[in-house]
């Protein structure tokens, strides 16, 4: 009988920006106040990218750092995935910036857009490629600087979201460890909800469509805070199921940091205790993709995901993408 292979996550990093902008500096930019912020969001500070810095230099120091870890070097990647949709550029992709930076010379690169499921679509990617024997050691980046197509004058939407990365390395074990399921699914019939309209294929840059801001973020945050709890807690139970465990078999679950609100709706929902929910929305803010790639980074590093222990990674985001992912993480 063939041995089973597994993908196994071998090194994390992320990379935050050091610029911070706290909930009292917003209160100067629009109509908002830190009570109500924090009480209808979680967030207190995000951290901003600097004038100089583009998704690649972000994407760049957090694949460093997962490299590093890993102890794997550049030119041994065989393929580097990054989830974004706020790349350098509309083409080529940001993989390809990053691999130049980083000299990962050997690498197959390309970008996936999934929002802020991407990350856990880009893990269902390097799975299926390690799992396959197509490639040995995979590369994945999470990154969005948020802050580059929010609009600054619109408070239902500026206060949430803040620029970040986060990376991992994805090697094959034939061991108990690493990726046990990944579950991704998709509703199409929802794109309006949470979108960037201007700038596409659809509405190609003019200065009319800079003057209507159509290049920010338009979101019907309502609709969608309905949606996440149930995308969320749908997408996380069917990960459990796929790998054959329950609730209670997790450590630590790392659910996408865009409300805490949606976050506690679904650690009740899934009758999780606090300490088994990993929170830094008051850090950081929504970071679309990266957000879940940091957390995991952020867990392992605080000492709160240990060898053998199982860590569950939550997300939905606009298209709308929702899914989750089970590791017996192995470091
Ligand atoms: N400060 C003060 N008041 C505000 C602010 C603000 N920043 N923003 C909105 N308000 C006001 C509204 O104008 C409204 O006032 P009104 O009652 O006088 O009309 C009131 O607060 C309530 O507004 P709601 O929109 O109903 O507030 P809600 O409690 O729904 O919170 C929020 C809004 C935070 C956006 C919430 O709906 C949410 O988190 N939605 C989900 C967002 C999300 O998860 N997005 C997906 C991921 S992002 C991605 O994929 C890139």
Redesign the pocket.
């Known amino acids: 009988m063939e041995t089973k292979i597994r993908a196994t996550i071998t090194g994390t990093g992320s990379y935050l920006p050091a610029k911070i902008l706290t909930n009292a500096e917003?209160e100067k930019m629009?109509?908002?106040?830190d009570e109500?912020?924090t009480t209808?969001?979680g967030v207190k500070e995000r951290r901003l990218a600097a004038a100089e810095e583009a998704a690649s230099d972000l994407g760049a120091e957090a694949a460093r750092r997962a490299l590093k870890e890993a102890k794997v070097k550049p030119e041994e990647i065989d393929c580097l995935i990054v989830a974004t949709?706020t790349g350098d550029m509309p083409f080529p992709a940001t993989a390809c910036f990053i691999q130049n930076l980083i000299g990962a010379k050997n690498a197959a690169a390309f970008d996936i857009s999934a929002?802020?499921t991407g990350f856990i679509y880009a893990l269902s990617i390097g799975k299926a490629y390690i799992e396959s024997k197509t490639y040995k050691k995979v590369l994945i980046v999470a990154v969005?600087l948020?802050s580059r197509i929010t609009d600054w004058t619109d408070?239902?939407?500026?206060?949430?979201?803040g620029d970040g990365a986060g990376a991992v390395v994805l090697e094959p074990t034939t061991g108990e460890q690493g990726i046990h399921s990944i579950y991704i699914g998709a509703d199409g019939a929802l794109t309006h909800l949470?979108h960037q309209p201007g700038g596409g294929s659809r509405n190609p840059a003019t200065a009319k469509t800079v003057a209507d801001r159509m290049h920010y973020?338009k979101?019907s945050?309502?609709e969608?805070?309905k949606l996440?709890v149930t995308a969320m807690l749908d997408s996380a139970r069917k990960a459990l199921d796929q790998a054959k465990l329950k609730c209670e078999d997790i450590t630590l679950l790392i659910p996408?940091q865009?409300?805490i609100?949606?976050i506690e709706a679904t650690a009740k929902r899934l009758k999780l205790p606090v300490e088994k929910i990993f929170v830094n929305i008051q850090k950081y803010g929504?970071m679309?993709g990266a957000t879940t790639a940091i957390g995991l980074d952020e867990a392992y590093h605080e000492g709160r995901i240990k060898k053998g222990d199982y860590v569950e990674l939550v997300a939905?985001?606009?298209g709308l993408t929702w899914g989750a992912a089970v590791i017996k993480w192995g470091k």
């Open positions: 917003l629009v109509d908002t106040n109500w912020i209808r969001t949709i929002a802020c969005d948020l408070r239902g939407t500026c206060v949430l979201f949470l973020i979101m945050g309502n969608i805070f996440a996408h865009a409300n609100r949606i929504n679309s939905f985001g606009a």
